[in-house]
């Protein structure tokens, strides 16, 4: 129902700073939840951070203290700023939509029905 599309993606050295922003489509981009994954290589998709419709944030453990995801419903656009960066960052980062539930899940694949094509972010050290 929402058009997903990443940009900011690119190559950066370890410590350095990366901002990764989604531009949605959608009539109704502030009613849904809006979570930032990432894949590695041979890797299972892993939850990042999540903002709900609300703003209440939440985030993996493995990046809590560093990233911080945001939105702007005006701009119909969520962000993902990425501090301190990590070789182990290095994944391709997908920006997913999701209407909310009644259970409030907001960090499985499955909560997220809307997907961004991906974009790449490598960290060298």
């Known amino acids: 129902q929402v058009q997903l599309v990443e940009s900011g993606g690119g190559l950066v050295q370890a410590g350095g700073s990366l901002r990764l922003s989604c531009a949605a489509s959608?009539?109704?981009?502030?009613?849904?939840?809006m979570g930032w994954f990432r894949q590695a290589p041979g890797k299972e998709r892993e939850f990042v951070a999540t903002?709900?419709?609300?703003?209440?944030?939440y985030y993996a453990d493995s990046v809590k203290g560093r990233f911080t995801i945001s939105r702007d419903n005006a701009k119909n656009t969520v962000y993902l700023q990425m501090n301190s960066l990590k070789p182990e960052d290095t994944a391709a980062y997908y920006c997913?939509?999701?209407?909310?539930?009644?259970?409030?899940?907001?960090?499985?694949?499955?909560?997220?029905?809307?997907w961004g094509q991906g974009t790449q972010v490598t960290v060298s050290s």
């Open positions: 959608g009539r109704t981009f502030g009613s849904y939840n």
């Open positions: 903002i709900k419709w609300s703003g209440s944030t």
């Open positions: 997913a939509a999701g209407r909310p539930s009644a259970s409030g899940s907001y960090s499985l694949p499955a909560d997220f029905g809307s």
